[in-house]
């Protein structure tokens, strides 16, 4: 079982930048892909971004266009998501998953985060 804590959500302006960690309570942290999944009011969930196990690549969503990072400390069991050029069409609800799979689809992960919303105003 791996639980995942999501942090670093909260409020932003346009054009601004936040941080997203996701720290795991397990050290086979480092055995799972780890996405970021978001869902906006009335959305479906969407996969933004994921990353490997090593860290050696990553996936991301078109609609991102560079604005996002994503990387991985596993000698931390962490994950990050830097946000930059924010836009209000980012504000949702941010989740962190980890999955056995190089995956896009939400069910390919077993274990999920709680969630951390993200705001941003124009």
């Known amino acids: 079982q791996v639980q995942l804590v999501e942090s670093g959500g909260g409020l932003a302006q346009a054009g601004g930048s936040l941080s997203l960690s996701c720290a795991a309570s397990?050290?086979?942290?480092?055995?799972?892909?780890i996405a970021w999944f978001r869902q906006a009011p009335g959305k479906e969930r969407e996969l933004i971004t994921r990353?490997?196990?090593?860290?050696?690549?990553?996936y991301y969503a078109d609609s991102l266009k560079g604005r996002f990072t994503i990387s991985r400390d596993n000698a931390k069991n962490t994950v990050y998501l830097q946000m930059s050029s924010l836009k209000p069409e980012d504000t949702a609800v941010y989740y962190c998953?980890?999955?056995?799979?190089?995956?896009?689809?939400?069910?390919?992960?077993?274990?999920w985060g709680q969630g951390t919303q993200v705001t941003v105003s124009s």
């Open positions: 990353i490997t196990r090593s860290g050696g690549m990553t």
């Open positions: 397990e050290r086979t942290f480092s055995m799972f892909t």
């Open positions: 998953a980890a999955g056995q799979l190089w995956s896009s689809s939400a069910k390919s992960y077993a274990y």
